[in-house]
């Protein structure tokens, strides 16, 4: 659909608001419940709306998003506040018929609580994966050195290792730690199964470091691993693209900069072109003019080798999403301690 036809939509949209406002302004509670089916019921014009959503390119999409919720917004607190009325009428004892059923009929008027915006982006994330074809799958939180170090080809005076990053524990006298990354995901799925193997791991990992603006000793990742026998870097390179427009709802500039990671070999960390200056160099890309959104890489042999796969025949490529970092670059968030403040203020803007 075209730009013009879209702003006819939303235009559209903006008229059925008005009217129906008008309308409930005036409504009584029986005429209340019909108007708020036709907005909202399993037919009504709004819901009817929000399911034709998929069918438009990216940006319309985005455009017409941001107009549905206005408008959804706009009926709720129309509603709410014809609610409010009639409950002020009954204190006021006026005619008791206007006595309703709050929590059967009108639940959604209430103050209704949101998703976290780091539980949003897991969610949309793994949404975008499994239509590309991969399985969602859990890993272990407290780990091995093996795991989280060893088997992922991290040799032992790697500072990563060192007690400053992580968080090391002790299990009946077992030296375990808690996963400073969901990297470990991927050994754990190759020594449970044979190619072809096509997983996300989310899940949250820790790191022994003082938070600050862009630092929290715990965090979420998404860990992404494909393995078979004939897969090569432009695979890689297209599910990261089509993954990086559909989830930031736009055709952005991307780069894959060559980058050093233990587990894979050749590396690359993606850069999207910074949205704020277009890529000419400002305060919050720190003048680069691109911002870092992942880490991947063909798999290194050595991993292959610590699962016993044939690293003659199998072949695959990995990488690590940072769940807060994506987000804010999505949503223009400069502090991730944001997240975990639990200031309303912030959370219900998501
Ligand atoms: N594990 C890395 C980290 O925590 C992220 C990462 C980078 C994962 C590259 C990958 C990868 O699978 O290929 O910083």
New binding site residues.
Partial sequence: MDIVNINELIGNIELFVNKICGKIKKSDIKELRILKTKCFGKNGIITNFSKSLPQYNVSDRKKFGLQLNKAKKILEDAIVKRIEKSKSVYRDSEPHHEKLSYSKDFCFPFPKGSLHPIIQTIQDIIAIFKSLGFAVVDGPELETDWYNFEA?NIPEDHP?RDVQDTFYLNENGIKKLLR????PG?IHIMEKQLPPIKIIVPGR?YRNETSDASHSSIFY?I???EISENITFMDLKAVLVEFINRFFMSELNLRFRP?Y?Q??EP???VDIQCNFCKGKGCKICKNLGWMEV????M?HPNVLKSVNYDFQKYIG??????VERITMLKHNINDIRLFYENDLRFLKQF
């Fill in positions: 992922l990563s400073t990354h969901t990297s991927q990992v990742q860990e992404g691993l980058s990671f587990f894979t590396s690359a960390e992942l880490g991947c890489g798999v490529y990995a990488f690590g999403i940072g």
